[in-house]
Structure formats: C-alpha cells, structure tokens
C-alpha cells in the first residue's frame, strides 16, 4: 500500500486563486518532500520538511507538517497557469532511505 | 551542469523480448534511484544503490527485473521476457546521498510492449 496518499486527486482553480493539497502518511518519518510532475515525464524537487519542522516556505509555496496526524498540505498562493501539474508528496518510509511517493494531485489552473 | 540523463526516451519492444534502459546519474551523486509510473500513478520504487553498498532491490515486482550500477556511475535496468504489464514509464533519479535525498530526476523512458 502507499506510504503517501494525496487528497484531493484533482483539483481544478481560476488562475490567481490558491489551491492546497494534502498528504496523508502511515510510519514515522525523517522528512517529507513535495514534488512537481509536468507531462508524466521527470519530477522536479519544490521543497523538504524535516519531522521537527511544522512549516516552510518557498516563494508561493507553503508547506506544513504535522507528525501526530502524520499529515501535511501543501499550499500554492496566487496559482498561475504554468502551475498546472502533477504534486507528489514523498516519505522516508520508517525513516529509511526507501523514498515512498504517493499517487499524486492532479492541479488545473485555468487562465 | 548536467542533468540525470535516460535513455531511450522511448522504447517500444514485443512481449518476451529482453529491454535495457540506461541511466546517467549527475556526477559525484552516489545515490541512485529507479522507479515505476504507469499511466495516470504514482511512482512505483523499485530500486535504490548508494555508492558500492549493496542494492535495495527490495521494490522489484519480479525476477525479470534486474539492475546494476557499474564504477559507481551509470546504472542500467534489465527487463527480461517482456510482458504488457511492464508498459510505464520507467524514472531514473539521482542525490547526493541516501541521507540527503533531495531527488533529481530524468525525463524517463517511455516502454511499450506489444
């Protein structure tokens, strides 16, 4: 089963709305990281969090963590266009080195 | 510099025949990951090496899969007796190391079996 389960799996916005999307997971961790897939081809890396991190940013992004519901959500203010992709979030399943991603929110953002 | 680099970006092969994919890590990245994404999923692991450590091949689905990482650099999977349901896209990604495990990832091979 995943470690990673996002929600929504699709998500469709105006182009200058927010739009969050969650990460639910099932064993301790080290980190969480999100990613951005464009066209089913290679992800790119957006942002980590550690497990002793409860929020980060990175520009438009806004990534929280909470370890006690094993839950984080990921945040893109003032969406655009160009942010239409596939978001991954990805666990260190039991603090491993095993990188467990799962299945992804699929993010429109009309112009 | 250079990315991680795949290749074929496509492949298209007939059931039974044997497939190799090539992947080119960026240089002086010891971690070397492969994974699966079948169409519309998430991403499948199937393999990780990390400098001459041994494999965790733990994610492999079958003993037709195999994989190795020669002088610690390139990385090739085999995919032997090819059947339908190994059709994906097959993802590369390499990092620094296992503990800083910040992803860079290829632009993947594409495998159609027919």
């Known amino acids: 089963s995943q470690q990673g389960e996002e929600d929504p799996q699709a998500l469709s916005i105006q182009e200058g709305e927010n739009a969050t999307m969650n990460c639910s997971y099932k064993?301790?961790?080290?980190?969480l990281q999100w990613y951005r897939q464009n066209s089913g081809r290679g992800l790119v890396h957006l942002i980590l969090?550690?497990?002793?991190?409860r929020e980060k940013h990175s520009g438009r992004l806004r990534v929280t963590l909470d370890t006690s519901k094993k839950s984080s959500s990921l945040l893109i203010t003032a969406s655009r266009a160009a942010d239409t992709a596939s978001y991954f979030c990805?666990?260190?399943?039991?603090?491993?080195?095993?990188?467990?991603f799962g299945a992804g929110t699929r993010l429109f953002v009309k112009a | 510099g250079a990315g991680v680099s795949q290749s074929p970006s496509n492949k298209v092969t007939e059931k039974g025949k044997d497939v190799e994919l090539r992947c080119d890590p960026i240089s002086g990245h010891t971690a070397l990951y492969w994974y699966r994404q079948s169409l519309g999923q998430g991403l499948e692991f199937l393999i990780y090496f990390q400098g001459n450590s041994a494999p965790d091949k733990s994610g492999l689905p079958s003993d037709r899969f195999s994989a190795e990482r020669t002088g610690g650099s390139v990385s090739t999977l085999t995919i032997q007796r090819t059947q339908q349901e190994d059709s994906a896209v097959y993802l590369c990604?390499?990092?620094?190391?296992?503990?800083?495990?910040?992803?860079?990832f290829g632009a993947g091979t594409r495998l159609s079996v027919l």
């Open positions: 969090i550690r497990s002793n991190e």
């Open positions: 990805a666990t260190d399943a039991d603090g491993g080195f095993k990188t467990i």
């Open positions: 990604a390499s990092s620094l190391s296992l503990a800083k495990n910040i992803q860079y």
């Open positions: 064993t301790s961790i080290n980190n």
